[in-house]
């Protein structure tokens, strides 16, 4: 019988992105989080069991603040994405504090997931269509000749801000909605009705077509991501820490591209219909907030997402 599948949530970098815990703005009236909605829809979805990555430094407060109200809900576990979390005979670049990148976040949770699992961003509101389409894909898609994976992606111009530049994963499908590549633009800009990236610091723009599909980091995989992960690392640290061994990082994409090249896996695209919110600059917290009232007026999410059980 197939695992049910598990909800793994990247929060390891929440406590430095917003200088603590406790300084993280709710979204509605209630005190709820972007990062609660997602339970909520997770939940609705049909998964029952959360994995949370975080810092170790961050555990009492993460707890305090997100963890424990949701705990009567949904079965919880944590799992501690650390620095010093490396193959047998790597050291620490002195120096080093940024993490390893979230291709090592997942690799953290190589002991506790045995079965197929999906991972998502802390802090973005993904839409409730996309846990569902997600957790059906788990349920019932299994490795064959392939290790057959997942991504959810979205409309390039459902997921930009008005108040900045923002990094997305550009991605090319086949006829089949199989993923071939992904590209990593680093800066796309909304100008006037378009979207368009530079890789040239703002001297060439390129236009994107509103058919442009992107990668949230909403990923759906099979346990055998785990083992790749792993094997994976060691190579990526020979290669990276000589060029660049304080800012380097170890990103899911990438490994999922390198999978694609050698013929190991397929990912299949299910494609979003739903927003994506988050608040890339602190201007978008009007937008988040709005976004989830009137979420709540259409009847998709009650006042109180924790009724106490």
Same mark, same amino acid.
């Given at each position: 019988?197939?695992?049910?599948?598990?909800?793994?949530?990247?929060?390891?970098?929440?406590?430095?992105?917003?200088?603590?815990?406790?300084?993280? %703005?709710?979204?509605?009236?209630?005190? @709820?989080?972007?990062?609660?909605?997602? #339970? *909520?829809?997770?939940?609705?979805?049909?998964? %029952?069991?959360?994995?949370?990555?975080?810092?170790?430094?961050?555990? /009492?407060?993460?707890? $305090?603040? #997100?963890?424990?109200?949701?705990?009567?809900?949904?079965?919880?576990? *944590?799992?501690?994405?650390?620095?010093?979390?490396?193959?047998?005979?790597?050291?620490?670049?002195?120096?080093?504090?940024?993490?390893?990148?979230?291709?090592?976040?997942?690799?953290?949770? !190589?002991?506790?997931?045995?079965?197929?699992?999906?991972?998502?961003?802390?802090? %973005?509101?993904?839409?409730?269509?996309?846990?569902?389409?997600?957790?059906?894909?788990?349920?019932?898609?299994?490795?064959?000749?392939?290790?057959?994976?997942?991504?959810?992606?979205?409309?390039? *111009?459902?997921?930009?801000?008005?108040?900045?530049?923002?990094? !997305?994963?550009?991605?090319?499908?086949?006829?089949?909605?199989?993923?071939?590549?992904?590209?990593? !633009?680093?800066?796309?800009?909304?100008?006037?009705?378009?979207? $368009?990236?530079?890789?040239?610091?703002?001297?060439?723009?390129?236009?994107?077509?509103?058919?442009?599909?992107?990668?949230? @980091?909403?990923?759906?995989?099979?346990?055998?991501?785990?083992? $790749?992960?792993?094997?994976?690392?060691?190579?990526?640290?020979?290669?990276?820490?000589?060029?660049?061994?304080?800012?380097?990082?170890?990103?899911?994409?990438?490994?999922?591209?390198?999978?694609?090249?050698?013929?190991?896996?397929?990912?299949?695209?299910?494609?979003?219909?739903?927003?994506?919110?988050?608040?890339? *600059?602190?201007?978008?917290?009007?937008?988040?907030?709005?976004?989830? /009232?009137?979420?709540?007026?259409?009847?998709?999410?009650?006042?109180?997402?924790?009724? $106490?059980?």
């Amino acid at each position: 019988m197939n695992k049910k599948p598990v909800l793994v949530i990247m929060a390891a970098g929440m406590g430095s992105r917003y200088g603590g815990l406790k300084q993280i %703005d709710p979204v509605d009236a209630y005190g @709820n989080k972007i990062i609660d909605f997602s #339970i *909520y829809d997770a939940i609705c979805a049909g998964f %029952d069991k959360v994995v949370f990555i975080i810092k170790k430094g961050i555990e /009492k407060e993460f707890k $305090e603040n #997100i963890g424990d109200r949701m705990a009567a809900h949904v079965q919880v576990e *944590y799992v501690y994405q650390e620095l010093a979390m490396l193959p047998e005979g790597y050291q620490v670049p002195e120096g080093r504090v940024k993490p390893w990148g979230t291709a090592h976040a997942v690799l953290c949770c !190589r002991d506790v997931v045995d079965g197929p699992f999906a991972v998502i961003n802390a802090d %973005d509101y993904y839409g409730r269509s996309a846990f569902v389409s997600i957790y059906d894909q788990l349920n019932t898609v299994t490795d064959g000749e392939k290790y057959q994976y997942t991504m959810v992606g979205y409309k390039l *111009y459902n997921t930009l801000t008005e108040n900045g530049h923002v990094a !997305r994963g550009v991605c090319s499908t086949d006829v089949a909605g199989k993923l071939i590549d992904i590209h990593e !633009r680093t800066r796309i800009e909304k100008h006037g009705d378009n979207a $368009e990236f530079t890789e040239d610091d703002g001297k060439t723009w390129t236009g994107l077509g509103e058919d442009t599909i992107v990668s949230m @980091n909403m990923w759906g995989f099979t346990s055998s991501v785990l083992k $790749e992960l792993e094997e994976r690392f060691a190579a990526f640290l020979d290669r990276e820490l000589p060029v660049n061994p304080v800012k380097c990082e170890y990103f899911l994409p990438f490994v999922v591209d390198e999978l694609l090249k050698e013929g190991k896996a397929e990912v299949s695209v299910l494609k979003s219909v739903d927003r994506w919110y988050g608040v890339t *600059y602190k201007e978008d917290k009007e937008t988040v907030v709005n976004a989830i /009232k009137g979420l709540k007026e259409a009847g998709l999410y009650p006042d109180k997402l924790w009724e $106490e059980k």
